[in-house]
């Protein structure tokens, strides 16, 4: 099989990928919610700065399969729309959600802010409060805290995880449609699921930039 020729391919590359990128965004999540822990954020840090050889492979398997789930989603939608009629296209709206519809750019706004969140926290390309802590740790902590100080920073990271959960609600269920997983009986359940995980993420993700706003964390 043509993986990134072959339609039914593609999907499966497109599933595999974002299979990766939504495993990711639980292991990511689960670091991150250190910061609630005193001290928590910064040996998290820590421990990571030791796995480095573990930290750069996983950063070039999810560089390619984010590249790789970005360029196949636009082809494809290129593709779409210029093989569907109009016809076609109005029906099939009629049973889509506004996720499912809107994919493609909740992807495009994802694929800047990854970037935008690159250049920020792991190159800090951006002025910021950058040092160690009193065990001589770099202080991610405040690192962090003092960006989401900003309520222009904090509202970015809060609008780019609605769009994470757009993306998820519907992304969810369709990755395992595409791997064949999915069928009259298990539709429910992985679309409710898929809903109320995208849920889980936003709120939990969001809680952080807006815990620093209002002052809990500090």
Do not use: C
Not at 33 to 60: C, D, F, M
Not at 87 to 107: E, Q
């Amino acid at each position: 099989m043509r993986l990134l020729s072959d339609s039914i391919g593609r999907k499966l590359v497109m599933a595999i990928t974002g299979l990766l990128m939504v495993l990711f965004v639980v292991g990511h999540l689960a670091g991150n919610l250190s910061i609630y822990a005193p001290g928590g954020l910064n040996a998290y840090a820590e421990k990571l700065h030791s796995l480095a050889a573990v930290v750069w492979l996983t950063r070039i398997v999810m560089g390619v399969a984010v590249l790789t789930h970005i360029v196949i989603s636009i082809q494809i939608t290129l593709e779409n729309s210029a093989a569907n009629p109009v016809k076609y296209a109005v029906d099939r709206s009629l049973r889509a959600t506004f996720a499912s519809k809107n994919m493609i750019w909740t992807g495009l706004i994802l694929g800047v802010f990854i970037a935008y969140h690159l250049l920020h926290f792991t190159i800090r390309a951006f002025p910021g409060t950058y040092g160690n802590d009193t065990l001589g740790r770099f202080d991610v902590y405040t690192m962090v805290t003092s960006a989401f100080g900003s309520f222009f920073t904090a509202a970015i990271y809060i609008a780019a995880m609605v769009a994470l959960f757009l993306h998820l609600s519907h992304g969810i269920q369709s990755t395992f449609q595409s791997l064949g997983l999915n069928n009259e009986k298990s539709l429910p359940a992985f679309t409710g699921g898929g809903k109320w995980a995208s849920a889980l993420f936003l709120v939990l993700y969001a809680s952080i930039p807006a815990a620093a706003i209002v002052g809990f964390l500090k």
